[in-house]
Each structure stands twice: as C-alpha cells, then as structure tokens.
C-alpha cells in the first residue's frame, strides 16, 4: 500500500515537473505580452519567433508529418484527443468558426487548422481523419510518437499528461487548451489562450498577419 | 346531498391524480442538452442546470438508458499546471439555489456512446439523490459546430 502510494507521489511530482519543466522551458514565462500583440489579445505574440524543433509526426492519412509540413501557410494548431467531449469539440468549433470569419472579413492570407492529438494510443489517423473533418473538411489531424509529441508541444508552449498504463480505455487526459499560431515560415509566432473566442481570434490574426 | 359531496371527493382524487408526481419535489433540473458528436465518437457529454429550492442535497448518481451510452458520470475541469484535466466525481453537493452544468466547467460525462449522438435526437438521464425524489430530464442533442 505504502509502496503504492510513493510510486503516485513520484508520478506526480514527475508530471508536475514535467509540466513546470514545459512552460519554463518554452521562454514564455519571462516574455511579458510582446510589443507585437494587438491591444487586448486574449494571449500573446512571441517577440522572437520560434523554429520548431526535430519530430516526425504522422497525419490523418497515415503519411509522415515534419515540421517543414507546416511551412507555406499560417497554422492554427489545437493540442487535445478525441475521446475529449467538451473542451476539445468546442474548440475544433471555435477553430472552423474562425476559418468562416476570415473569409467572411476577406482574410486571404493561406491558413490550415491542425488537432495534434497528444493521446495517440487511441487516436489513430483513421480516428482523427473522421474526427478532423466533422469540423470542416479541410481540418487536418496529426499525431505521434511520445518523444515527437514532447518535441511539438515544448515547443509550441502546450503541457499534457496521458496515463502512462491505464487500467483500462476511458482513462482522461489533461491538456493546455489554447490555439498555437505559426507563421508560414513553420515558427511558432503568437498563442491564443482561454476563452477562445472565434471573431476575437479572426480580428487579432487579421492584425497579427498584416490582412 | 350525499350525491354532491361524492362529486366533491372524485374531483379533488382526480386533480390531486393528475398533478406531476415531482410537483413540490425540492429538486429539478432545466435547461438540458448535450452536443451532437462526431462519427466514432466514444464519449459524449450533456449539461444542465439542477435547481434546489429546498434544504442542500447531494447528487448521488446519474443514469442514461443503456442503448445510449454505457456509463454517465459526474465530471468537473479542473486548471492547473496550465492543463485542463477533468475529475470524475462520486458525488456533487447541490447547495439550495441553482447548480450549473456547462461547458468548460461541471459536465455529465456519457463514457461509451453506442452511437453518435445527432442533432434532433434526445434521451433521458436520471438523477439520483440522497433526499429528494430521482429526477428524469430530457435532453436534446443540438449540432454546435457553427
Ligand atoms: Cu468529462
């Protein structure tokens, strides 16, 4: 029981860690909102972009994913798992909500819209193509391996924490719920945080893209 | 006169019959419904508001039909470690006044969907409490996607 109860403790201290080690990690705990972000942003732009490091992620149909994939447009990226009912659905809402506001206002600057799922041993690319695109067709779903998926949320300012042996297929997993943005140069370049709100994100990337 | 006083006692039988049997029952709940799901989704949630007007209660447990979902369960978010994480709770404390189910915050997790659930559809849940008399409410599944 005792033994139990350590090998618990030294899990969470190693996920709180884990989450502390993320954030710090990230720079984004010294930036003070950037001088780029538009007045009143619910989150903020980075000061300094930021290039993403090496992963080999794999998308909702089956192919490898490299952080060059992301280049050549801006990326909306949402970090969550489709087994998640309610913040992860209401997001990926958000998300297409904000696609239909960009062309509403005439936005052309290219966008895509990403969900990386951080739990991939449930969430196949067959899973996530047809969870993906309930959202809108274009959506795209990646996912990976743990040490690609610690290497894209580092570095996209994301902790999350998955069961490491879960006893059986409902466990839950704990997620950052916020909206990276990289720029079409693949960087990590602005975050949204909660509440994300669909026409207060559109009008902050119209500022923040330059149209 | 025997005869009217008969009358008397049937009418009041039938208006005392045909009041809803929870009429008077501190707990309700209003304002449910739940969001429609993607296809081969494995969970899905419902919210509403429990309204006690009477001394504080605790719910106990919460129920769906079987051919809905295999399990609902009492869910809340918790923030921390810059993480949403949703706790499953055993049993919710219902203070007199109104409790609030709603996204991002205290939901009823439906674990085990046998189906999506579409929009237009709806289903019951129940609500089991440690005082007041179970509770059924209907919820209607709505499409909130844009
Ligand atoms: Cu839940």
């Known amino acids: 029981m005792n033994r139990l109860k350590t090998a618990l403790l030294l899990v969470v201290i190693a996920v709180a860690a884990f989450a502390f080690g993320g954030w710090w990690s990230t720079g984004f705990r010294t930036s003070a909102p950037g001088s780029a972000s538009p007045a009143d942003m619910n989150g903020y732009v980075l000061d300094q972009p930021r290039p993403l490091p090496e992963f080999s992620l794999v998308d909702q149909d089956g192919q490898p994913f490299g952080p060059q994939d992301f280049s050549g447009a801006w990326s909306f990226i949402y970090f969550g798992y489709t087994y998640c009912p309610d913040i992860c659905p209401a997001s990926l809402a958000v998300m297409a909500q904000v696609d239909d506001e960009l062309q509403a206002s005439g936005v052309t600057s290219p966008t895509r819209f990403y969900l990386v799922s951080v739990d991939p041993r449930r969430d196949t690319p067959e899973r996530l193509e047809e969870y993906v695109t309930y959202f809108d067709q274009d959506f795209r779903g990646l996912t990976g391996d743990p040490a690609s998926l610690d290497a894209i949320t580092r570095a996209a300012g994301v902790v999350y924490q998955v069961p490491e042996a879960p006893a059986s297929d409902d466990y839950l997993v704990g997620h950052s719920s916020t909206i990276t943005l990289l720029n079409p140069n693949g960087e990590v370049h602005a975050i949204f945080t909660t509440p994300l709100v669909a026409e207060n994100i559109a009008s902050d990337f119209a500022a923040i893209a330059g149209s | ?146």
């Open chain 2, 1 to 146: 006169m025997p005869r009217s006083i008969l009358n008397v006692v049937m009418v009041s039988a039938m208006i005392l019959a045909s009041r809803p049997l929870t009429a008077g029952e501190p707990v309700s709940a209003h304002d449910a419904w739940s969001r429609a799901t993607p296809p081969g989704a494995k969970n899905g949630v419902a919210y509403l508001v429990i309204k006690n007007s009477g001394a504080p209660d605790r719910l106990l447990d919460v129920t769906v039909d079987g051919a809905v979902a295999g399990e609902a369960q009492i869910h809340t978010h918790v923030h921390e470690g810059g993480m949403m994480q949703m706790n499953h709770l055993e049993t919710l404390d219902l203070p007199t006044g109104e409790t609030a189910f709603e996204p991002g915050g205290l939901h009823i997790m439906l674990m085990g969907l046998s189906q999506p659930l579409k929009a237009d559809q709806s289903f019951e849940l129940t609500l089991t409490l440690e005082n007041a008399a179970p509770v059924t409410v209907s919820v209607p599944v709505r499409d909130m996607r844009r």
